[in-house]
């Protein structure tokens, strides 16, 4: 089943059939050494530090990911409003909140096509 997860309150073609509730993933991560070391070493130099970016990426996907399964056991089939939230926990942890709210859309022409993912 695909999910459809738009950061507007609706999903363009489709009305908001059931709203289901609130839903959200989220992974908390640590900066292992090896980040801090080369990270510390990159930030002397100043500019971006991948190791971090990309770390933050792949922790944005994992807590998308978790969204869309709790919407999934939900019901839903489509997430409106959706967004991020991050904190730092401690000195070397960052949290990644993927939150929204899960609903069942159906197309503005009746149609029973499933809502695709935007």
Do not use: C, K
């Not at 500019?47 to 399964?69: F, V």
């Amino acid at each position: 089943m695909s999910m459809t997860v738009v950061s507007t309150p609706y999903v363009p073609g489709h009305r908001i059939e059931t709203v289901m509730g609130l839903t959200w993933g989220t992974v908390v991560r640590s900066r292992g050494i090896g980040y801090q070391f080369t990270a510390g070493l990159r930030a002397m130099a100043g500019g971006e530090i991948p190791e971090y970016t990309n770390m933050l990426n792949d922790s944005r996907q994992r807590a998308l990911d978790r969204l869309i399964e709790h919407a999934q056991g939900l019901g839903a089939n489509a997430v409106v409003s959706a967004a991020f939230d991050s904190s730092e926990l401690g000195q070397n942890m960052s949290e990644i909140l993927a939150y929204g709210t899960a609903v069942v859309v159906v197309p503005e022409d009746g149609s029973v096509q499933p809502a695709r993912l935007v």
